[in-house]
């Protein structure tokens, strides 16, 4: 059993993104994306993985293979790695997902990053 206090994973992004592991296992990867005001998460695939979205603060747009979604605080949403997605940030602060992705995939997807 482990107990997370996602707050402890904001991050003030130096640059457009700010990306905290929260969990590893074989199974799955949780983390906290941090994207800054205006900023983009740039289209990409999962490849066989499931992800799940939720906004924990500030509005997102999705846009998985074409298709636009808007999301806010609390809204969850589940994405088939073949789709392309992308994430914008639509708000006036930084963007907070809580993201989850199973199977891991590629072992460079499991690290904090700054981009």
Do not use: C, W
């Amino acid at each position: 059993m482990n107990k997370f206090i996602i707050n402890d994973y904001f991050d003030e992004p130096q640059g457009k993104i700010a990306k905290r592991m929260l969990f590893k296992s074989d199974n799955v990867i949780a983390f906290v994306l941090n994207i800054a005001k205006g900023e983009i998460l740039p289209g990409h695939t999962h490849l066989e993985s499931t992800l799940l979205l939720q906004v924990m603060e500030g509005k997102a747009k999705v846009v998985t293979d074409g298709n636009e979604t808007s999301l806010q605080v609390g809204e969850l949403m589940q994405i088939d790695g073949q789709e392309s997605m992308q994430v914008i940030n639509i708000g006036e602060d930084v963007l907070r997902l809580y993201v989850t992705i199973s199977p891991m995939g590629s072992e460079a997807f499991a690290t904090d990053a700054n981009v």
